[in-house]
């Protein structure tokens, strides 16, 4: 089975994350970057499939040159080889224009399978996975918290706010997994050492047959007009309980009138 | 006035309220045009009207619940290409956002998701505000190719009453094959609470790894229902198994941005705070007073939450009776 799994680096939450002037992009290079989060349970997810039914895992990733290094982590996991979609003119693609290059790139390196994580922590809008689905013609099973593969069919257990489906369809399709679908492993030494000789291809436009107007900023459909940073909060009151600590904040919750 | 498409949330025939959300912001952008996907149109439509629905277009389908969110975006998609909207609103659910980003891939436009606020640009097109990396950044964007589809957070815009005819308009639609891919063989309802729901009530109250235990957890249910506000949980909690996962509140779960956010035994770690940071107030009660949470608070109690909740409520309770 030849699974691919898509992982972005993004830049780590605890950082502060810096839109760039002008532009309104974000400024991967001001920020250490790390795997997306849900990213990990998308690539464990694929090797657990590959270890079951057997077959590939190939990690793919759009990003600038330092998605290398999470690429190289994700291989580390335990993936078999991976593409790395790179080129200068890829900055400031939105979702609708990165969609369209992954689902060029996905339609030439092959899959059965697509993971995906559900959502990335940085610009979060949940969306690729389901515009992937969309432009390649093959059924979306997002939100899974459970994955059972079974010959040519897929089923996951897709949650949603009011409870969850059971959902069914056939292979080749695209899935996005929630975080409490697995626990993801973490890399053995081994692995670390194994990853540095497993092969990583390089895709650009021009190789993938994208014209540069179609993607990065020019070929993005939505734009970011202006932007500022939030007023920090006021400082607010702390009390520390000296046996009264209920009372005062429901002094407090009264004065503000929410009781 | 162009119509603008509001695809209606809706369990068993009740309009939620992040669709009165959307109608008014449709509203401020052209004629607002419900979208009903599925049976039971007839019992939303008085509410549709409270909220100014000049009609609802409606596709009685069985297929909407049987096929996983590619029918919706394809009867959407019909109706973009019938009605030529000015914009299109979905309600920032997880199904909303992929409903909208694969409308925005048949329609070949923009599409800007979590939308806190929406208005008349002056360009003529929509304003979209936006709070990213956890609400520290505010932003304005806009869609520039395309037809704006916009998926708005619930609980961000308030709803306001207008009248509307919410003529019913019924709609010829078949799912196409491609968008039968994926196929919903059963369906388990979640538990429905009588509380509020997490993305929609005016106070939340949240607890955190400091609640000990599934059991110690309770006297956040209690503090909630002495306030009638909704549950929430950080990953702490749900990773254990105290809590159910629906009710996480943060980076990895659900983003609420309510007028009373109380956190209760939660350090807040930058994970949970990207998820709650925006509310109007917030208080916090924790033992340690390191705990990043009280940076955030308008209010807090550094102390044992075991002792200054039950006085709380004791407190709420006294003063709900007088």
């Keep these: 089975m030849n699974i691919v799994v898509l992982v972005k680096q993004v830049p780590d939450t605890e950082s502060e994350r810096k839109l760039v002037p002008g532009a309104g992009t974000l400024d991967r290079a001001a920020a250490d970057g790390l795997i997306n989060e849900l990213d990990e349970y998308a690539i464990e997810e694929g090797l657990r499939i590959a270890g079951a039914h057997g077959g590939e895992v190939t990690i793919m990733s759009m990003g600038p040159a330092k998605a290398a290094e999470s690429i190289r982590k994700a291989l580390s996991m335990g993936a ?17 224009a990165t969609s369209a290059v ?32 969309e432009r390649l013609g093959v059924p979306q099973l997002t939100q ?18 009011d409870g969850f489906d059971v959902v069914e369809a056939s292979l080749p399709a695209v899935i996005s997994v929630v975080e409490k679908i697995n626990e993801p492993r973490y890399p053995s030494f081994k692995g670390i050492m194994a990853a540095k000789k497993k092969p990583v291809q390089t895709l650009t436009l021009a190789g993938l047959g994208i014209p540069a107007e179609a993607a990065g900023l020019a070929g993005s459909a939505t734009q970011v007009c202006d932007f500022a940073a939030r007023p920090p909060r006021a400082a607010g009151v702390i009390v520390k309980d000296e046996g009264d600590g209920g009372v005062k904040a429901a002094a407090f919750l009264a004065e503000r009138k929410f009781i | 006035m162009a119509e603008v498409l509001v695809l209606v949330e809706q369990a068993g025939g009740e309009v939620k309220k992040v669709t009165a959300e959307l109608l008014t912001v449709a509203a401020r952008l052209g004629t607002p045009a419900a979208v009903w996907a599925g049976p039971g149109a007839e019992s939303g439509r008085e509410r549709l009207a409270g909220f100014g629905a000049a009609k609802v277009y409606v596709a009685d389908s069985a297929e ?10 394809e009867l959407l998609a ?7 909207p000015a914009a299109v609103l979905i309600a920032g659910s997880a199904e909303g956002k992929e409903i909208a980003g694969r409308l925005a891939v048949k329609t070949g436009s923009g599409v800007l998701t979590d939308a806190v606020d929406v208005t008349a640009g002056q360009d003529g097109g929509a304003l979209v505000s936006q709070a990213n990396f956890g609400g520290s950044v505010n932003v304005h964007s806009k869609v520039k190719s395309g037809l704006p589809i916009i998926t708005v957070r619930p609980n961000a815009v308030a709803p306001s009453a207008a009248d509307g005819a919410a003529e019913l308009v019924p ?18 309802a979640a538990e429905r609470s009588a509380r509020p729901d997490l993305q929609e009530a005016q106070i939340v109250v949240s607890g955190g790894r400091g609640t000990g235990s599934a059991e110690g957890f309770g006297v956040i249910e209690r503090l909630a229902d002495a306030l009638g506000a909704a549950v929430g949980a950080s990953r702490a909690v749900t990773d254990a198994g105290w809590y159910p996962h629906a009710f996480q509140v943060g980076q990895t779960g659900k983003t609420v941005s309510p007028q009373l956010y109380a956190a209760v035994g939660i ?3 930058i994970q949970h705070r990207a998820g709650m940071q925006t509310s109007k107030t917030i208080i916090a009660v924790n033992k340690d007073p390191e705990a990043p949470i009280f940076e955030i608070a308008d209010f807090g109690v550094v102390g044992d939450l075991f002792t200054v909740v039950p006085q709380l409520i004791d407190e709420i309770t006294k003063r709900k009776a007088s």
């Excluded at chain 2, 909407?64 to 975006?73: H, L, M, T």
Aim: no cysteine; charged share 20%; net charge negative.
């Design chain 1, 80 to 96: 078999d080889k991976a593409v790395h979609v790179l080129d200068d003119g890829l900055a400031g693609s939105d979702a609708l």
């Design chain 1, 144 to 161: 899974a918290s459970k994955v059972d593969i079974s010959g040519t069919s897929v089923t996951v257990r897709r949650v949603s706010d």
């Design chain 2, 171 to 188: 709609v010829s639609f078949a799912a196409s094959d491609a968008a039968k891919g994926a196929r919903v063989v059963s369906h388990e």
């Design chain 2, 78 to 84: 019909q109706l973009v290409a019938s009605a030529s």
């Design chain 2, 64 to 73: 909407f619940a049987s096929y996983v969110v590619a029918p919706k975006a």
């Design chain 2, 267 to 269: 350090s807040g770690a």
């Design chain 1, 102 to 133: 992954l689902a060029a790139a996905l339609g030439a390196v092959g899959f059965d399978l697509v993971i995906a994580g559900s959502e990335s922590t940085d610009a979060r809008t949940g969306v690729l996975p389901a515009m992937l689905a």
